[in-house]
T-cell receptor
Framework: DAMVIQNPRYQVTQFGKPVTLSCSQT?????MYWYQQKSSQAPKLLFH???????NEADTPDNFQSRRPNTSFCFLDIRSPGLGDAAMYLC??????????????FGPGTRLTVL | QQPVQSPQAVILREGEDAVINCSSS?????VHWYRQKHGEAPVFLMI?????EQKGHEKISASFNEKKQQSSLYLTASQLSYSGTYFC??????????FGSGTQLTVLP
C-alpha cells in the first residue's frame, strides 16, 4: 500500500544533542510537509518542499532544518533541541497543482522527548 | 491566521448529532477536515472548495459558506468510533494549510 512512513516512532534525545527525524513516501507526491504538534494543540507547519523548492514558515526557529535528497525522502534536523521542542513531529505529503486544495496524507508521527 | 473552531469540546451519547464550526478571518479557497485519535496521525475526512459545496461521507457531511468564510462539519447518529479531535484546515491561494485549534469529540455508549 502506498503510504507515508516515519522513523523512528519514538525518539529520546538529550538537551542540546542534535537529532534527525526521517520521512519517506511511496505516493510519489511532489509536496512534503513537516508539522510540529504539541499536546492538545493543532499541527503547526514548520516548512514544506514543493519538489526541491524549500519553503520555510516565518516563525520556524533556525534550530530546525530540513533536507530532501529525492522525491521519496525528507529529513528534519533539530540542531540543538531544547525542552520546548518536545512534541509529535508529523510528516505529510500531497500532490502538485495547488497542494492547498489537495488532501494531505500524514505519517504516524515521531514523538520526540528531550531530557 | 489560525481559523477558529467551536466548540472546543463536546460530549454526546451514541446516536446523537453534533456540529463543529470553523471560521476564518481570511478569504478561503478550500477547507479540509481531519480527525485525529489520541497518539495517532490526523486522518483526512473531506475537502470543500469555494462555491458553497456540501459534501458527505457516510454519516459525516460538511458545508462551506464562502461569503462568511465558515465551514461546518455535521456528524449524524454518532458512533463510538467518531471520538477524537477534529481539525479544520484552511487555505487561501497558498499551498499550505493552517489548522484550527481543534474540537475534542467524545462519544459515550
Amino acid at each position: 500500500d502506498a503510504m507515508v512512513i516515519q522513523n523512528p516512532r519514538y525518539q529520546v534525545t538529550q538537551f542540546g544533542k542534535p537529532v534527525t527525524l526521517s520521512c519517506s513516501q511511496t505516493l510519489n507526491h511532489n509536496v512534503m510537509y513537516w508539522y510540529q504538534q504539541k499536546s492538545s494543540q493543532a499541527p503547526k507547519l514548520l516548512f514544506h518542499y514543493y519538489d526541491k523548492d524549500f519553503n520555510n514558515e516565518a516563525d520556524t526557529p533556525d534550530n530546525f532544518q530540513s533536507r530532501r535528497p529525492n522525491t521519496s525522502f525528507c529529513f528534519l534536523d533539530i540542531r540543538s533541541p531544547g525542552l520546548g521542542d518536545a512534541a509529535m513531529y508529523l510528516c505529510a505529503t500531497s500532490r502538485t497543482a495547488g497542494a492547498g486544495h489537495n488532501e494531505q496524507f500524514f505519517g504516524p508521527g515521531t514523538r520526540l522527548t528531550v531530557l | 491566521q489560525q481559523p477558529v473552531q467551536s466548540p472546543q469540546a463536546v460530549i454526546l451519547r451514541e446516536g446523537e448529532d453534533a456540529v463543529i464550526n470553523c471560521s476564518s478571518s481570511k478569504a478561503l479557497y478550500s477547507v479540509h477536515w481531519y480527525r485525529q485519535k489520541h497518539g495517532e496521525a490526523p486522518v483526512f475526512l473531506m475537502i470543500l472548495l469555494k462555491g458553497g459545496e456540501q459534501k458527505g461521507h457516510e454519516k459525516i457531511s460538511a458545508s462551506f459558506n464562502e461569503k462568511k468564510q465558515q465551514s461546518s462539519l455535521y456528524l449524524t447518529a454518532s458512533q463510538l468510533s467518531y471520538s477524537g479531535t477534529y481539525f479544520c484546515g484552511t487555505s487561501g491561494s497558498a499551498r499550505q494549510l493552517t489548522f484550527g485549534s481543534g474540537t475534542q469529540l467524545t462519544v459515550l455508549p
